[in-house]
RNA sequence: GCCGCGUUCGUCUAGUCUGGUCCAGGACGCCAGGUUUUCAUCCUGGAAAUCAGGGGUUCGAAUCCCCUACGCGGUACCA
């Protein structure tokens, strides 16, 4: 009998090869999902078990990512400071945490148990020891190719060697692998969760390398036993998986532990539809947080990719709860999605309307602290109530929290319009436009300080307007902000405070 | 080369398992109109997919079968 039947466990398993990609972004959200939606554990490991490919600080920088979206992690690897429960400091990175019954969850610390699980299957039969050089691999593997036949491994140490001269040839510190042996005519064939049944014959699955020369596992090694080892139960991975699947369910075989169940997501695409590459733009997830957006909408369209909610459903915000309520592999798509960032501005500023205004205006700081206009301010500008009223404004207008105030900036800075032509409505003269000028800072100056608020404002600005309203705010929307296009006059006034408004007036009135 | 996976509006996708309600629905983007003092928001409408192509099965196919094309992935002592 199983501890418990229900049990839910699956993991986002990267190597620390740099940012954390967008495409393992979204593997790590699915996985995530599944997993709370099912009320299971979601756990992270490092697979950094090559070492040419390991880049300093990218085991830091992933979790870092992973903790910017609150994607919370259950078991394995945690940033200092970030892990709630019983923890330990890991063996290999100073900055890193581990917590689990099932670890240590970084590979590069399961060296030994690698080597001992290899060796069984040699002893088993099941692998073989391999002294070929990578020169002779690779000729056979030209040759091969040359002759239009699938590239595999010649077994010569397999059919050469002797179980005796192999271990003198290691006694004797000769650079080995070990090899897995695929046995011949036989058909693989597994239920992918998103694909269906998926079939392969073993004639055409080379005898894949475990264990390098330099005691590394290879993935395919080292994924299958951690995956058993740490009670995985479903196994969401990119499609770039698929192919090598039927040599980890041979493993599983060969070891005689039970299979986890598959799921391969299909791949993002660049917009020439290639795969998705940092040739064409940004791909770490985090770049996009720096470029403004906010981690709501960036999870809400990283999970429309491939993902949608099913038959009729046309909901497109999805909170990271509706999404963990909602989540089904059923619902993923099989082919690969373009990652086109147009519907994520649109939904970014969709979430821009919902936060509320404190949320904004923490979240925004750092992006406002970026701008000249705003370091040149004067000090009553940068206050929160300043900013705050500034935001209040431009809430719907928002696309990224990097655009704040850049459509605004005379908020911030002195810039009058002085010729009359760039103040006139439509059809007014040069007189009527004064004369409405000098009417609206008569209604204005005669708002108390105490009444100074949107609602007033607009009440006595439009108590002064005509017929054709235009006459008198156009001019008054151009002489506070010096632009043409802008919130409206009452707003603006409003944020500016009335003796800054009066004076903005009362400077063109003065040179015009 | 060999193996595997995929292919519905420009993009994300619904519909495919359980053929008819689909001369294919929604969203983004685009265009037009409306609201508004301008911009944005918001509202309304529109253009946009011969369902990759061909052949079958069927009274009937986006949906089932076969072939082809194209794209992508794998084919490493990378993951």
Same mark, same amino acid.
């Given at each position: 009998?199983?501890? !418990?039947?229900?049990?839910?466990? &699956?993991?986002?398993?990267?190597?620390?090869?740099?940012?954390?990609?967008?495409?393992?972004?979204?593997?790590?959200?699915?996985?995530?999902?599944?997993?709370?939606?099912?009320?299971?554990?979601?756990?992270?490991?490092?697979?950094?078990?090559?070492? !040419?490919?390991?880049?300093?600080?990218?085991?830091?920088?992933?979790?870092?990512?992973?903790?910017?979206?609150?994607?919370?992690?259950?078991?394995?690897?945690?940033?200092?400071?970030?892990?709630?429960?019983?923890?330990?400091?890991?063996? !290999?990175?100073?900055?890193?945490?581990?917590?689990?019954?099932?670890?240590?969850?970084?590979?590069?610390?399961?060296?030994?148990?690698?080597?001992?699980?290899?060796?069984? #299957?040699?002893?088993?039969?099941?692998?073989?020891y391999c002294f070929c050089s990578s020169e002779r691999l690779k000729e056979i593997r030209e040759k091969q190719i040359t002759q239009k036949k699938p590239a595999r491994y010649d077994r010569y140490c397999l059919e050469n060697i002797s179980p005796e001269e192999a271990q003198k040839k290691i006694e004797n510190k000769i650079p080995y692998v070990i090899r897995l042996k695929v046995p011949r005519g036989e058909i693989i064939e597994f239920e992918d969760l998103v694909r269906g049944k998926v079939i392969f014959q073993t004639d055409l699955i080379d005898d894949q390398i475990l264990l390098k020369s330099d005691?590394?596992?290879?993935?395919?090694?080292?994924?299958? $036993?951690?995956?058993?080892?740490?009670?995985?139960?479903?196994?969401?991975?990119?499609?770039?998986?698929?192919?090598?699947?039927?040599?980890?369910?041979?493993?599983?075989?060969?070891?005689?532990?039970?299979?986890?169940?598959?799921?391969?997501?299909? +791949?993002?695409?660049?917009?020439?539809?290639?795969? +998705?590459?940092?040739?064409?733009?940004?791909?770490?997830?985090?770049?996009?947080?720096?470029?403004?957006?906010?981690?709501?909408?960036?999870?809400?369209?990283?999970?429309?990719?491939?993902?949608?909610?099913?038959?009729?459903?046309?909901?497109?915000?999805?909170?990271?709860?509706?999404?963990?309520?909602?989540?089904?592999?059923?619902?993923?798509?099989?082919?690969?999605?373009?990652?086109?960032?147009?519907?994520?501005?649109?939904?970014?500023?969709?979430? $821009?309307?919902?936060?509320?205004?404190?949320?904004?205006?923490?979240?925004? #700081?750092?992006?406002?602290?970026?701008?000249?206009?705003?370091?040149?301010?004067?000090?009553?500008?940068?206050?929160?109530?300043? $900013?705050?009223?500034?935001?209040?404004?431009?809430?719907?207008?928002?696309?990224?929290?990097?655009? &704040?105030?850049?459509?605004?900036?005379?908020?911030?800075?002195?810039?009058?319009?002085?010729?009359?032509?760039?103040?006139?409505?439509?059809?007014?003269?040069?007189?009527?436009?004064?004369?409405?000028?000098?009417?609206?800072?008569?209604?204005?100056?005669?708002?108390?300080? !105490?009444?100074?608020? #949107?609602?007033?404002?607009?009440?006595?600005?439009?108590?002064?307007?005509?017929?054709?309203?235009?006459?008198?705010?156009?001019?008054?929307?151009?002489?506070?902000?010096?632009?043409?296009?802008?919130?409206?006059?009452?707003? &603006?006034?409003?944020?500016?405070?009335?003796?800054?408004?009066?004076?903005?007036?009362?400077? &063109?009135?003065?040179?015009?």
């Amino acid at each position: 009998m199983l501890i !418990n039947k229900n049990q839910f466990r &699956v993991r986002f398993a990267p190597s620390p090869t740099g940012y954390l990609h967008i495409g393992g972004f979204r593997t790590a959200l699915y996985n995530y999902l599944l997993a709370k939606k099912n009320k299971g554990q979601f756990i992270l490991r490092i697979e950094d078990t090559d070492q !040419n490919r390991f880049v300093e600080g990218a085991v830091e920088r992933l979790i870092q990512s992973l903790n910017s979206f609150a994607i919370k992690i259950d078991e394995g690897v945690f940033l200092k400071n970030s892990c709630s429960s019983k923890s330990s400091p890991s063996k !290999n990175y100073p900055l890193v945490l581990e917590a689990g019954e099932s670890g240590p969850y970084i590979q590069s610390e399961r060296l030994e148990i690698y080597k001992k699980y290899a060796e069984e #299957l040699v002893t088993k039969g099941q692998a073989y020891y391999c002294f070929c050089s990578s020169e002779r691999l690779k000729e056979i593997r030209e040759k091969q190719i040359t002759q239009k036949k699938p590239a595999r491994y010649d077994r010569y140490c397999l059919e050469n060697i002797s179980p005796e001269e192999a271990q003198k040839k290691i006694e004797n510190k000769i650079p080995y692998v070990i090899r897995l042996k695929v046995p011949r005519g036989e058909i693989i064939e597994f239920e992918d969760l998103v694909r269906g049944k998926v079939i392969f014959q073993t004639d055409l699955i080379d005898d894949q390398i475990l264990l390098k020369s330099d005691g590394y596992p290879t993935y395919h090694l080292a994924n299958v $036993i951690d995956d058993h080892e740490m009670k995985i139960t479903q196994i969401i991975r990119g499609e770039e998986w698929l192919s090598s699947t039927p040599k980890h369910i041979l493993l599983y075989k060969f070891f005689n532990w039970k299979e986890p169940k598959f799921a391969h997501l299909p +791949l993002l695409l660049n917009p020439d539809k290639s795969k +998705l590459s940092k040739r064409q733009g940004d791909v770490a997830i985090e770049d996009y947080l720096k470029k403004g957006y906010l981690k709501e909408a960036l999870i809400n369209f990283v999970a429309l990719l491939g993902w949608n909610p099913g038959k009729g459903e046309t909901q497109e915000i999805f909170t990271l709860a509706e999404l963990i309520e909602k989540f089904s592999l059923n619902h993923v798509h099989k082919g690969g999605a373009v990652f086109d960032t147009k519907k994520l501005d649109w939904l970014n500023a969709q979430w $821009i309307k919902q936060i509320s205004l404190d949320d904004l205006y923490k979240r925004s #700081l750092k992006f406002w602290e970026q701008k000249d206009f705003y370091q040149s301010a004067k000090e009553d500008n940068k206050t929160e109530k300043y $900013i705050k009223k500034v935001l209040i404004i431009e809430k719907e207008r928002l696309q990224k929290l990097s655009d &704040v105030g850049e459509e605004n900036q005379f908020f911030f800075t002195d810039r009058i319009a002085t010729s009359l032509d760039a103040i006139r409505w439509k059809n007014s003269t040069s007189s009527e436009t004064k004369t409405y000028l000098k009417k609206s800072l008569n209604t204005l100056e005669n708002i108390k300080e !105490n009444d100074w608020n #949107l609602k007033n404002i607009e009440k006595h600005l439009l108590a002064k307007a005509g017929e054709k309203r235009g006459d008198l705010l156009f001019p008054l929307r151009a002489v506070l902000t010096g632009q043409k296009k802008s919130p409206s006059p009452f707003e &603006v006034a409003w944020v500016l405070g009335k003796k800054e408004s009066l004076e903005r007036i009362e400077k &063109v009135l003065d040179t015009i």
